[in-house]
């Protein structure tokens, strides 16, 4: 048996935030919480997902032979399963008992977990998230890959259009940026996947860009508690391959 209680806002944000990037997804839960893999279907991203039992306002999950439960829904299922969601209007509960009951349609498949590989990124940015999201959104209107640079204290976007070159520098004495970096790293991007992540920018106060040479770059949201506003280790991480021709 598996049941949670999450903040609705927060969970209509979530899936909004990865409608475009994965087709169906994958919720496996144990008693740690909710994690989920995802790669879009050109596989050059991943989508990593995982909220600790903490994070909810009531978890409960008993299974007395499985280590875990696993959800893997998507839109159209002609699958009979279901799984059930919730909500409740709590300020009206006490008086009209609102509420609404979903179905969705559950699918039956195979997937494997996917191992990510523990990666020492060389640089690191912290910045805002909703700033991200203006840029990459100013940046796909105007070419359709991204640069990305970072060396000492300093990172740099850049994309180039049809008549115009546009570059944006980010360094650690403007204001909530902080950047790390022990070795110069310079790496391409397609911006519109870096769009779709920064959607997350509802969800998070700010982002962690991480990168190193001929890996994927990090993108992570950090969430924090909602009853305790307090960080902990759930958040919502996005990996994207570095541009090798065309994809």
Not at 12 to 19: P, Q, R, S
Not at 83 to 97: C, F, H, K, M
Not at 166 to 180: E, G, H, L
Not at 213 to 242: G, M, R, W, Y
Request: net charge negative; aromatic share 8%.
């Amino acid at each position: 048996m598996f049941e949670c209680r999450i903040d609705g806002q927060f969970f209509k944000k979530l899936f909004e935030t990865l409608k475009d990037i994965c087709t169906e997804v994958n919720l496996e839960c144990d008693e740690n919480g909710i994690k989920m893999q995802s790669m879009d279907c050109s596989h050059v991203s991943l989508v990593d997902l995982n909220i600790m039992s903490d994070f909810f306002q009531h978890y409960r999950h008993i299974l007395i032979k499985e280590k875990s439960t696993v959800f893997l829904f998507k839109e159209d299922s002609d699958n009979d399963a279901v799984l059930n969601i919730g909500i409740i209007d709590e300020e009206e509960q006490s008086n009209t008992e609102d509420s609404l009951e979903i179905q969705v349609k559950l699918i039956n498949t195979q997937k494997e977990h996917l191992e990510i590989p523990q990666s020492e990124y060389h640089c690191q940015c912290t910045m805002k998230s909703k700033k991200f999201q203006e840029f990459t959104k100013y940046l796909n209107s105007i070419g359709d890959n991204v640069s990305i640079s970072m060396k000492k204290d300093t990172m740099i976007l850049s994309t180039t259009g049809s008549d115009i070159k546009v570059t944006k520098q980010f360094t650690n004495d403007m204001t909530d940026i902080s950047i790390t970096c022990s070795k110069s790293v310079s790496q391409e991007f397609a911006t519109r996947y870096l769009v779709m992540f920064s959607r997350a920018s509802s969800l998070s106060d700010e982002v962690l860009i991480s990168l190193s040479p001929n890996i994927p770059v990090s993108i992570k949201f950090n969430f924090k508690q909602q009853l305790t506003e307090l960080q902990d280790n759930s958040h919502l991480t996005f990996f994207l391959a570095p541009k090798i021709g065309e994809y």
